[in-house]
Each structure stands twice: as structure tokens, then as C-alpha cells.
């Protein structure tokens, strides 16, 4: 493709999942597609298996057979949509029907395709239709299934029009192979017929270099290669049995050990002695110095039908009948036989050992190669209207699927914007009052949460069983929502696969990481209140073992000397010293409670708040802290990668994003609630009275100290200094409204200063 239309198309991108994924929303989108920056793609692999995807529609684009769709592959896919369509309005609505019209029939290619799709809907009855779907090409694919010719080149049994031809194909599968054709049924090609035949030619070559040479290979003529055989079969056990003979002539007291004992017979005596294989392991007969092998009596039991064989095949043909074999004859077999083996050991393995040559022969004698390859032209003939029905089927597919894999491959789309489930989602598992949509298929958990653990997330690997089936798989379910209290291998949920089914699942493993922020606040608190609880359970049952082993003691030293253990005296300087660092203690503990208490009530009102907030902040705000920070780590990358994709970004899951991948249980809205609950525990009072107890305790620990007159004090000051600066504040403020007032009161002093020194004046 040019520069120039490399720079023509204006992308468009939002952002999700904390990176830049591009929008493919219009055709042009999707032929420019080559265009984009591999770097800007959310992945660049998927395997084949382990997505909710149609496995059809994968295996078309897995084009190499590898297990894996790949980049190189998607476009390929992309770029002949964009060839043999006109316009993409199907595909971009995932119709599962593809209309005629928007076949590209400007080329060759489009309009062949164009007459494979009006051929398959005529073969249906459907020669009017406008449009073609998956459910036609499933009724024609069913049709192609139980057709003799599918255009693949490969011939069946089924294929043969006469029993002596199908005999024949069944042979040449049964000798030199077979191949699957397109139907899934074992069959013959092009290859395997002239390998046959070029075997047959050099099988029959071998056979005529012994019928040449006449009784020096085939001393007993056609029977030669069964007696060979025969011979095979026993030559060990002969050659095992003459030696033992030689070696008892050559020392008589060697004659015993070279015979089985009598502890062995007693043993083989306990057990089944038909069919031993112990048994066999016996000599073919009595041992002993200068001895014949003999033919009908006295033969080892589990060697009798071979020595049978022996007898009929070689003995009687070449020494007529006799009851017994000598050295010198069996070494002269031997002999007569050694230019036959010579001979076998070159025998062509094209063929393998399943024909005679009788039958060869009558083979190549024949017309039956001719006919074969008569049946694969007509199945060739078939092989481009076939191919057009193959891309006909290959462009319904993809006018379904293609926009759905990009939305999942080039970027996350379904993922992030939840109108779709993602490929990768397996399902949804329900456990512990949630609903986990993040689910994925797994192989191997081990291997998957090694990698897996980068996520960050807090995983939980569930074995799952169908109900009422032996079918079984692994998955990995992600927990973004609440806490992980409840959660621990062995527990049992639900999960719903994406079909509908229901699966019992139960942890088997979990990867441990931060739930939530609210999880984390409240995290060091239960900590602490396991580890009290775990502390005094044992420190109850360290005391009750105390308990009894004390009483076992005191028990036995009664038993022992009861008049002794009346009279033990009664220490009473122990036990007052006992009582006296009770008190201690409590006085000290008293006395740091005081001194805390103290100190809170001698800071100011507004300072308290502040201080609790301090304490409850120092203890919670590390373990807030390292949540957050690794829940905004958290990332979908490390997941996907363990199941073999291969993520070409960070695919971030932030809080509020993984907030809507668990549900957590909620009561309906507007749905009425009750809090009585009859079976609640019943309250004691015992509680009540021992808050209320050492409230009092420390209110009078502060009385006793000044710390409550101190602070009524200082509540009383800070009272009356308000109320001073509020008169203060209201005295100004009148002063500030009567100005005019105050000017008119001054002028009438005035006046009535001057008639009052009025009349003095007058009397002067």
C-alpha cells in the first residue's frame, strides 16, 4: 500500500483500560486496517483454543495450522473481506446471513463466488433467495459428508463403484497407509495409489530373483516362507536345548542345574499352569548327555504346537516322518535354509507383510490401477466448485465474526465497554454472596498463576465439574469486589459458562492480593483480633493440659501415700505473694490506662477528633496505602499472557473498572427488610454492666487525678471568654449603628446648657 493512502484515513481512539484503543466503527475503519501501527493493537496473538469464539471460524483464519491466530493472519483475513465485498454494512452488524448483493462481482474471484453461493441455495431448493446463512452452508456441508466426491483428491471406500475396486482401496490403505478427506473419512490419494504400485512392480522383481535361482532359495518351493518361519520360532529354544545337551556330556554333575528343580516345580504347582509363561522358559525337553530333540512324546507342554509345526512343515518334507530330531540334522536345516533368509532380508517393505504374491500378481494382472485413478479425476473434477463453496462458507463466517475478534484482537473494546462479554470471558462464578465476571480458561494453574501473579489481582483457580457428567475443566476467576474472608481453597460455587450450563466448581488454589481499599482499613484490626484469639486458645489449652496433668499427678501421689497428701500444709506466704503481683500488675495497668486517658482529656475540644483520627489512621493508612498502590497496579495482561496471548499493552483494571467485574450481593431496590431475627443470639446483660463498670473505673482514675476539673476548668473558661467577646462584639456594633444618635443627644445638652444661663445673664 502507497504512503499517500497510509496518511489518508483519520483514525479515531478513546481511551480504556489506561491506553489508547482505536475505534473501528466504519468500513473504512476496517480496509484500512493494514494501515494501523501494530503498536497501537491491544494483542498480537490468541491461541485457537480456550475462547468463546466459533472454533470454525478460528480454524479458517488459523491459516498455518499453528494453534494461533497471529497478526499476519488477521490481515490476510481482512484484506480478502475487503476484496470480495463491495460494502461491509453486514459485517459491521454481525449479521449471521450475508446478502448476494454486496458480492464484489468486478473480478473473477467475486463472481465465481457469486455462482458457488446461488448453487449451494438452488442445490437447498432456495434458487430465489437473496441471501445465504451459516444454517445453509451447515445443510450443505452435511451434504458433502456422505458425497463420494468432495474435490479433495482423496478417494474412500464409498467412492468405488464395484466391490473388486472398493477391495482394492481397502488394501492399498491396509499397506502402504491412509489419508482423511474432507468428510473425515480414511481414504486414498493420488500418492498413495503410486506408491502401492511402484512397491507392487519392485515386490514382484524380488519374488522373480528367487523363482530364478529355484530350490537353492526356496528348498520346499512355495511352502519355503512358512517353513522359514516355523524355523524362526524355535531356532533359540533348538539351539538352547542341543547346547544344554552338550554341556551335561561334558560334565554329568552340570546335568541337574541345567534342568529346573524340584522347588520349582513345587512353586509353578501353586499356580495356574496353562499358559505359563514360566513355563516356557523350561527347556524344549529332558536334558541329558548325547540326547535327541524329540518330535511327538516327551515335549516341553508349552512348546507343543510349535514342534508341531516344526514336524509337518520342515521334518516330514525333508526326512520323511520320524519321532525324534538329531544335531546333525537340525545344523543341516539350518544350512538348507541360510540362502533363504539371505534372500528375505532384502525383501522390499513398501508393502509391508499383509499380501501374497499370489495376490500381487493378480493385482498387477489386472485394470485396477486404472480404475483407482479413474475415481480420483472424478473426485479432482470437483475441486474448484468445491474450493468456491469452501470460500463461500469462509466469507458467511467472517461476515458474522470478523468486526467481533477485532473488537477483541486489535483493541479490548467488549471488554472495557461491557456491551459484549470478552472471548476470553469464560463465564461468570458465583461464590461468597458475588458474582466474578472475569473469569478465564486454564490449562495448567500451576504454570498460569506463576505469570498470572503479575496481574495483581486476587485470583482463585476453581476445578469445575458439569453436573451429571464427567466433563471437567480449570478456570481462574479474578475478585474485585469485597473481601477475601470467606475465601480458601476447598470452598464450592457455581459457575455458568457462556452457554448457560451450570458447573460445580471449587477452589483448588488461590493468588492472594488486595480486594479493595475497605478491605484493606479494616485488615490490621482482624489481624489483631486473630491473633488474641489464637493466643488465648492456646494459652486455654496450655492450662487445661495443665489442668490435667496436674490432676493426673495429684491422683497418682494420692494412691501412693493418701495420709501424706492430707496433710500437705497450707502456704500462705506463696499465695499472698501471688495476690500481691496481681495487684501490681493491675495497679500498673491501671496506672497506663490513667495516664492515657489523662493525656487524651487534657487536650483541647477540637484536638480529639483530630487524635482519634491520628490513631486510626496510623494503624489502618500503611495497609490503605500498599492496597491502593497495588490495586492501581492492577492489569489484565499477565492473565491473558499465562493462557498463551500475546498482550501488546497494559490493559489496566483501575478500582472503579474492576468495581463492575464482581457484583457483590445488594438488596433489591425498593425490597422491604425486616432486622428482627428470631434465632438472633440472645444479648446478656454481663456485657452492658462491664462497659458500664469500667467506664466508671476510668472516670473516677480521672477525678481522682484533676484531669475532669481540669477540663470542666477549661470548658469553663473558654465559655465565659466566648461570651466576653460577644458582648464585646455587639458593643461595637451599636457603637458603629448610632452615630447620628449620639450627635443629636450632644446638641441638645447644648441647648439646654444655654437656657439655663440664660436668666443669670438677664438678672446681671
Given at each position: 500500500?502507497?504512503?499517500?493512502?497510509?496518511?489518508?484515513?483519520?483514525?479515531?481512539?478513546?481511551?480504556?483500560?489506561?491506553?489508547?484503543?482505536?475505534?473501528?466503527?466504519?468500513?473504512?475503519?476496517?480496509?484500512?486496517?493494514?494501515?494501523?501501527?501494530?503498536?497501537?493493537?491491544?494483542?498480537?496473538?490468541?491461541?485457537?483454543?480456550?475462547?468463546?469464539?466459533?472454533?470454525?471460524?478460528?480454524?479458517?483464519?488459523?491459516?498455518?495450522?499453528?494453534?494461533?491466530?497471529?497478526?499476519?493472519?488477521?490481515?490476510?483475513?481482512?484484506?480478502?473481506?475487503?476484496?470480495?465485498?463491495?460494502?461491509?454494512?453486514?459485517?459491521?452488524?454481525?449479521?449471521?446471513?450475508?446478502?448476494?448483493?454486496?458480492?464484489?462481482?468486478?473480478?473473477?474471484?467475486?463472481?465465481?463466488?457469486?455462482?458457488?453461493?446461488?448453487?449451494?441455495?438452488?442445490?437447498?431448493?432456495?434458487?430465489?433467495?437473496?441471501?445465504?446463512?451459516?444454517?445453509?452452508?451447515?445443510?450443505?456441508?452435511?451434504?458433502?459428508?456422505?458425497?463420494?466426491?468432495?474435490?479433495?483428491?482423496?478417494?474412500?471406500?464409498?467412492?468405488?463403484?464395484?466391490?473388486?475396486?472398493?477391495?482394492?482401496?481397502?488394501?492399498?490403505?491396509?499397506?502402504?497407509?491412509?489419508?482423511?478427506?474432507?468428510?473425515?473419512?480414511?481414504?486414498?490419494?493420488?500418492?498413495?495409489?503410486?506408491?502401492?504400485?511402484?512397491?507392487?512392480?519392485?515386490?514382484?522383481?524380488?519374488?522373480?530373483?528367487?523363482?530364478?535361482?529355484?530350490?537353492?532359495?526356496?528348498?520346499?518351493?512355495?511352502?519355503?516362507?512358512?517353513?522359514?518361519?516355523?524355523?524362526?520360532?524355535?531356532?533359540?529354544?533348538?539351539?538352547?536345548?542341543?547346547?544344554?545337551?552338550?554341556?551335561?556330556?561334558?560334565?554329568?554333575?552340570?546335568?541337574?542345574?541345567?534342568?529346573?528343580?524340584?522347588?520349582?516345580?513345587?512353586?509353578?504347582?501353586?499356580?495356574?499352569?496353562?499358559g505359563s509363561t514360566e513355563l516356557r522358559s523350561f527347556p524344549l525337553a529332558t536334558i541329558d548327555a548325547n540326547t535327541v530333540l524329540p518330535l511327538k512324546s516327551g515335549v516341553n507342554p508349552a512348546w507343543t504346537d510349535e514342534v508341531e509345526q516344526l514336524y509337518l512343515q520342515v521334518i516330514v518334507p525333508l526326512f520323511g516322518e520320524q519321532d525324534h530330531l538329531t544335531l546333525d540334522q537340525w545344523q543341516q536345516i539350518k544350512a538348507t535354509f541360510a540362502p533363504f533368509e539371505a534372500w528375505f532380508s532384502t525383501r522390499p517393505d513398501t508393502l509391508g507383510a499383509g499380501m501374497e504374491v499370489e495376490r500381487i500378481r493378480e493385482i498387477m494382472a489386472g485394470n485396477g490401477q486404472q480404475d483407482i485413478e479413474t475415481l480420483l479425476t472424478q473426485d479432482l473434477a470437483q475441486a474448484s466448485q468445491i474450493d468456491n463453496f469452501d470460500n463461500v462458507a469462509r466469507l458467511v463466517y467472517y461476515n458474522r465474526d470478523l468486526l467481533s475478534l477485532l473488537n477483541n484482537f486489535v483493541t479490548f473494546r467488549d471488554f472495557y465497554s461491557q456491551e459484549h462479554l470478552a472471548v476470553f470471558q469464560a463465564g461468570t462464578l458465583y461464590l461468597d454472596g458475588r458474582a466474578c465476571e472475569l473469569c478465564v480458561h486454564v490449562s495448567n494453574i500451576d504454570a498460569h498463576a506463576e505469570l498470572a501473579t503479575l496481574s495483581r489481582m486476587y485470583l482463585a483457580y476453581c476445578q469445575c465439574q458439569r453436573c451429571g457428567s464427567t466433563e471437567q475443566m480449570l478456570i481462574a476467576a479474578a475478585f474485585t469486589g469485597g473481601d477475601a474472608d470467606n475465601l480458601m481453597v476447598g470452598r464450592n460455587?457455581?459457575?455458568?459458562?457462556?452457554?448457560?450450563?451450570?458447573?460445580?466448581?471449587?477452589?483448588?488454589?488461590?493468588?492472594?492480593?488486595?480486594?479493595?481499599?475497605?478491605?484493606?482499613?479494616?485488615?490490621?484490626?482482624?489481624?489483631?483480633?486473630?491473633?488474641?484469639?489464637?493466643?488465648?486458645?492456646?494459652?486455654?489449652?496450655?492450662?487445661?493440659?495443665?489442668?490435667?496433668?496436674?490432676?493426673?499427678?495429684?491422683?497418682?501421689?494420692?494412691?501412693?501415700?493418701?495420709?501424706?497428701?492430707?496433710?500437705?500444709?497450707?502456704?500462705?506466704?506463696?499465695?499472698?505473694?501471688?495476690?500481691?503481683?496481681?495487684?501490681?500488675?493491675?495497679?500498673?495497668?491501671?496506672?497506663?490506662?490513667?495516664?492515657?486517658?489523662?493525656?487524651?482529656?487534657?487536650?483541647?475540644?477540637?484536638?480529639?477528633?483530630?487524635?482519634?483520627?491520628?490513631?486510626?489512621?496510623?494503624?489502618?493508612?500503611?495497609?490503605?496505602?500498599?492496597?491502593?498502590?497495588?490495586?492501581?497496579?492492577?492489569?489484565?495482561?499477565?492473565?491473558?499472557?499465562?493462557?498463551?496471548?500475546?498482550?501488546?499493552?497494559?490493559?489496566?483494571?483501575?478500582?472503579?473498572?474492576?468495581?463492575?467485574?464482581?457484583?457483590?450481593?445488594?438488596?433489591?431496590?425498593?425490597?422491604?427488610?425486616?432486622?428482627?431475627?428470631?434465632?438472633?443470639?440472645?444479648?446478656?446483660?454481663?456485657?452492658?454492666?462491664?462497659?458500664?463498670?469500667?467506664?466508671?473505673?476510668?472516670?473516677?482514675?480521672?477525678?481522682?487525678?484533676?484531669?475532669?476539673?481540669?477540663?470542666?476548668?477549661?470548658?469553663?473558661?473558654?465559655?465565659?471568654?466566648?461570651?466576653?467577646?460577644?458582648?464585646?462584639?455587639?458593643?461595637?456594633?451599636?457603637?458603629?449603628?448610632?452615630?447620628?444618635?449620639?450627635?443629636?443627644?450632644?446638641?441638645?445638652?447644648?441647648?439646654?446648657?444655654?437656657?439655663?444661663?440664660?436668666?443669670?445673664?438677664?438678672?446681671?
Open positions: 500500500m502507497s504512503t499517500a493512502s497510509k496518511t489518508t484515513h483519520q483514525w479515531r481512539f478513546f481511551r480504556l483500560g489506561g491506553f489508547d484503543q482505536v475505534w473501528l466503527e466504519t468500513e473504512e475503519d476496517i480496509r484500512h486496517l493494514a494501515t494501523l501501527d501494530q503498536k497501537l493493537w491491544a494483542a498480537l496473538s490468541c491461541p485457537v483454543q480456550g475462547l468463546e469464539f466459533d472454533p470454525q471460524t478460528l480454524a479458517m483464519l488459523d491459516t498455518d495450522k499453528d494453534d494461533r491466530v497471529r497478526v499476519p493472519e488477521i490481515l490476510a483475513a481482512v484484506a480478502w473481506v475487503s476484496s470480495m465485498l463491495k460494502n461491509m454494512d453486514s459485517l459491521l452488524a454481525g449479521q449471521k446471513t450475508l446478502p448476494l448483493s454486496a458480492i464484489d462481482t468486478s473480478h473473477a474471484q467475486g463472481q465465481a463466488l457469486f455462482a458457488s453461493a446461488k448453487h449451494i441455495l438452488a442445490h437447498l431448493g432456495k434458487a430465489n433467495s437473496t441471501t445465504i446463512s451459516i444454517e445453509d452452508l451447515t445443510s450443505i456441508e452435511e451434504f458433502f459428508l456422505g458425497s463420494a466426491f468432495n474435490g479433495d483428491g482423496v478417494i474412500t471406500p464409498l467412492s468405488a463403484d464395484n466391490d473388486a475396486t472398493r477391495c482394492l482401496i481397502e488394501e492399498i490403505m491396509t499397506c502402504v497407509g491412509a489419508v482423511m478427506d474432507r468428510s473425515n473419512e480414511p481414504g486414498i490419494s493420488s500418492e498413495q495409489v503410486q506408491l502401492f504400485f511402484d512397491g507392487a512392480k519392485e515386490f514382484l522383481s524380488w519374488w522373480e530373483e528367487a523363482q530364478g535361482q529355484g530350490e537353492k532359495i526356496l528348498p520346499l518351493g512355495p511352502g519355503t516362507q512358512t517353513a522359514a518361519q516355523v524355523i524362526r520360532n524355535l531356532a533359540l529354544k533348538i539351539d538352547d536345548f542341543f547346547t544344554r545337551c552338550a554341556l551335561a556330556a561334558f560334565d554329568p554333575k552340570a546335568r541337574a542345574s541345567l534342568s529346573p528343580g524340584l522347588t520349582t516345580y513345587e512353586s509353578l504347582a501353586l499356580h495356574n499352569i496353562a460455587g457455581i459457575f455458568y459458562d457462556r452457554q448457560g450450563h451450570d458447573w460445580d466448581a471449587t477452589i483448588v488454589k488461590v493468588v492472594e492480593h488486595p480486594i479493595s481499599v475497605r478491605q484493606a482499613f479494616w485488615a490490621p484490626y482482624k489481624r489483631i483480633a486473630r491473633m488474641i484469639g489464637e493466643q488465648v486458645e492456646k494459652f486455654a489449652a496450655a492450662k487445661d493440659q495443665a489442668v490435667e496433668a496436674g490432676a493426673d499427678a495429684k491422683l497418682t501421689d494420692m494412691s501412693a501415700a493418701p495420709e501424706a497428701a492430707g496433710k500437705a500444709p497450707f502456704d500462705v506466704a506463696k499465695f499472698a505473694g501471688i495476690f500481691a503481683a496481681i495487684g501490681l500488675a493491675l495497679g500498673a495497668i491501671g496506672t497506663a490506662l490513667a495516664a492515657i486517658v489523662g493525656g487524651f482529656l487534657s487536650l483541647p475540644l477540637w484536638q480529639m477528633p483530630l487524635t482519634i483520627g491520628g490513631i486510626v489512621l496510623m494503624i489502618s493508612g500503611p495497609s490503605m496505602l500498599i492496597a491502593y498502590l497495588k490495586l492501581r497496579q492492577r492489569t489484565l495482561g499477565p492473565i491473558l499472557d499465562a493462557g498463551g496471548w500475546a498482550v501488546n499493552s497494559r490493559a489496566s483494571i483501575n478500582i472503579p473498572f474492576g468495581a463492575t467485574l464482581t457484583k457483590v450481593a445488594e438488596l433489591p431496590e425498593g425490597a422491604q427488610r425486616s432486622l428482627r431475627d428470631p434465632f438472633a443470639e440472645k444479648k446478656t446483660p454481663w456485657k452492658r454492666w462491664a462497659i458500664l463498670l469500667i467506664l466508671f473505673v476510668i472516670l473516677g482514675m480521672a477525678w481522682d487525678k484533676g484531669y475532669i476539673q481540669k477540663l470542666v476548668s477549661s470548658l469553663h473558661t473558654t465559655l465565659v471568654t466566648m461570651q466576653t467577646s460577644a458582648q464585646s462584639v455587639d458593643e461595637a456594633a451599636e457603637e458603629i449603628a448610632s452615630p447620628d444618635e449620639d450627635a443629636a443627644s450632644s446638641e441638645e445638652d447644648t441647648a439646654s446648657q444655654d437656657e439655663d444661663t440664660a436668666p443669670v445673664a438677664a438678672e446681671e
